[in-house]
């Protein structure tokens, strides 16, 4: 059951989402004890101007 | 005070997110003893690409 | 494949839960055309020292 | 360590976001004890229609 | 209408809570262009065993 | 600046935790582009009255 959020950066291909979605859930049901179709994945694309740390939006610095 | 995140693949229309948080805010107000008032919805709509289960991404199934 | 998060204070009973659960549910089929085992619900439970609303803990309120 | 995830209706400008991500790390940094740099936030910018308060979509009021 | 969610270790007195929670509170509505009661603020406490960064928990640490 | 939140039922031992961490950082720093510094990951364990599928608690399957 475990549902995994994942918050990054926009900017991922396609691509790069389907070989991530991939390894997590491979980790997830190797260490967790859950059968793959249990394994529910979002992706969050938050744009640069959304995202601060330190007190600075990702998009200044 | 509930704070109800629904997160769901796009496309519903306006019609359907109308109806579905009258249903959501009823279904709490009965049965969690708050007021409508009281009942924050918020839906996040996740794109095909963005949800996967089973290691695949929805729009690759 | 919508997952509901609840937010709500702690307190509520297994009941009240199951009626929840139930009731959100046939909220979500019945409008958002998804059948019932795509629904995932988590109840988040937050403590009334860990909800805040006008700058105010829920706890001093 | 803390992440912070404002959610929020659509609609505020850069400097908004530039301004509110410095408050917000000085608020923390202030009352949590941690330094500026282990503070992360997202903004999750929502549309009115992706939001309900008592029942009704914000949209519509 | 803003919702914040602060993910942060477990250890926080209630007293550093009543002052996050004000702060916060400050900080949003000074520059988000909200009333204080439209303020909604959950603290998330996560136990040192349910955090990792860099690939260690940071009860590792 | 991945975040990446997993929500799964509580019973998880350190030790799965553990590899759970390491093998979730290596996933998405193999595929996303980032330094394992830049990932954060948050275990949000879950009651078995908490989590509902299919309209029934999993308590009560």
Chains 1, 2, 3, 4, 5, 6 share one sequence.
Do not use: C, Y
């Not at 004890?33 to 600075?56: H, T």
């Amino acid at each position: 059951m475990p549902v995994i959020n994942v918050q990054m950066l926009a900017g991922r291909t396609a691509d790069q989402k389907r070989a991530l979605a991939h390894a997590l859930t491979e980790a997830v049901t190797a260490h967790a004890n859950v059968s793959p179709d249990q394994v529910w994945i979002v992706f969050e694309e938050v744009a640069r101007e959304n995202w601060a740390m330190a007190g600075k939006l990702v998009s200044d610095r």
